[in-house]
């Protein structure tokens, strides 16, 4: 990302002996900006009205959203920044409003995997703002499936954890699915053991996602090595669950306390890594416009051959573009056949990859170009 340009601080007045402002001055200086700054928010509210006026009679609030508008408008909110609000405080405050600025036309509807109080859902909301409709499905691939049919406008989905690598569902759905990837959120991860007695020594059993039970292996084998792990579909269902027996506990993240009543948090945080993250893939229909800092995945099936893995990377290298990831399922075509999901530094427009890909075309059985997108923000 480009240097943050810092912009340079007002001078401060000179130590006076007159006495401090008094807490009632001090509020009412608070409450005037507070008017100044919702005057400007229904003024930004009445433009952005305007820019749907521009584009003409769309069919859906779909076609509003634009994912490299919205990652330029935070980077700048980021570049303006100097403090004394950190950079992530301001970008959920700016999310917040162009969400609710785009939710006047209608509001989005985004599919996540379920039920309500998954991380999933956190993602949704840290992406895609609280104006969303968000709408909890059964299934990672129901996600896919209710994009492709039109029955959600996006979806997020979860693709891999820093510490436990890929979640390999999603990356098979993308063999046979036809929904773009156009965006990414990094959501840092923290997991709570939480119970309705709130007592350690009470737990027997311990409902979690298998990837959640995954992530906080230490804890639980130095806790409470003797407990029976019962894996289920999501989080909030472990919370769900464990909320009916006081001998039974779930992994799962605040956002599931809240909504099904588990408000004893017997431990936290229970992750075996301190920088706990997972990457989630929001899917749509179309590929965007690059915004400058974007990312593209593709899906490659090469031939079965000496050297074809370095025949398909070669010509990246040569047009300097960075591989972010690599990473090989079966291609479900034929016996150890493979193909190669590959994220690259650029967009699918631009003229480097382009080429590349134009070279790309004479080493690979097939090529399919997921998506070009955003990187995550913060």
């Known amino acids: 990302m480009a240097t943050k340009k810092k912009i340079p601080r007002q001078p401060q007045p000179a130590a006076s002996t007159e006495a401090p402002m008094s807490l009632a001055d001090a509020r009412a200086r608070i409450d005037g900006i507070d008017r100044q700054i919702q005057q400007l928010i229904a003024e930004r509210a009445q433009w952005a009205q305007q820019v749907g006026k521009a584009k003409g009679p769309l069919a859906a609030a779909v076609d509003y959203y634009r994912p490299e508008r919205e990652s330029q408008v935070l980077r700048m909110v980021i570049d303006r920044n100097d403090g004394p609000l950190a950079d992530e405080a301001l970008v959920r405050l700016f999310r917040e409003i162009?969400?609710?600025?785009?939710?006047?036309?209608?509001?989005?509807?985004?599919?996540?995997?379920?039920?309500?109080?998954?991380?999933?859902?956190?993602?949704?909301?840290?992406?895609?703002?609280?104006?969303t409709h968000g709408l909890p499905l059964a299934s990672i691939e129901e996600v896919f499936q209710e994009v492709e049919a039109g029955n959600a406008d996006f979806g997020v989905v979860p693709v891999e954890?820093?510490?436990?690598?890929?979640?390999?569902?999603?990356?098979?759905?993308?063999?046979?699915?036809?929904?773009?990837?156009?965006?990414?959120?990094?959501?840092?991860?923290?997991?709570?053991?939480?119970?309705?007695s709130g007592h350690i020594e009470d737990i027997e059993r311990v409902y979690s996602?298998?990837?959640?039970?995954?992530?906080?292996?230490?804890?639980?084998?130095?806790?409470?090595?003797?407990?029976?792990?019962?894996?289920?579909?999501?989080?909030?269902?472990?919370?769900?669950?464990a909320r009916h027996?006081?001998?039974?506990?779930?992994?799962?993240?605040?956002?599931?306390?809240?909504?099904?009543?588990?408000?004893?948090?017997?431990m936290s945080p229970i992750e075996n890594r301190d920088d706990n993250t997972t990457r989630f893939l929001v899917l749509g229909r179309r590929t965007f416009p690059p915004c400058g800092h974007d990312r593209t995945s593709i899906l490659v099936s090469i031939h079965d051959k000496p050297g074809a893995l370095f025949d398909v990377l070669s010509p990246f290298a040569r047009h300097g573009i960075s591989m972010n990831r690599i990473e090989s399922r079966p291609s479900h075509h034929a016996k150890w056949e493979y193909a190669f999901?590959?994220?690259?530094?650029g967009h699918v427009d631009d003229a480097p990859m382009q080429a590349a890909l134009a070279e790309l075309q004479a080493h690979a059985a097939q090529i399919k170009i997921l998506g070009s997108y955003p990187v995550a923000v913060l």
């Open 98 to 131: 162009m969400s609710a600025c785009l939710a006047q036309q209608e509001p989005l509807k985004v599919g996540y995997l379920g039920p309500e109080g998954t991380f999933s859902e956190q993602a949704v909301r840290k992406h895609f703002g609280h104006a």
């Open 341 to 345: 999901f590959i994220d690259l530094a």
């Open 245 to 266: 027996a006081d001998d039974a506990a779930a992994i799962a993240g605040e956002a599931a306390a809240h909504v099904y009543g588990l408000k004893k948090v017997v």
């Open 209 to 241: 996602h298998p990837q959640s039970f995954a992530q906080t292996t230490g804890w639980l084998r130095a806790n409470l090595p003797k407990a029976e792990k019962v894996p289920v579909s999501s989080n909030a269902e472990a919370a769900r669950r």
């Open 161 to 196: 954890n820093s510490g436990e690598g890929t979640i390999q569902v999603t990356l098979d759905m993308f063999l046979t699915s036809d929904v773009k990837i156009c965006g990414e959120v990094e959501l840092r991860v923290r997991q709570y053991l939480l119970s309705r």
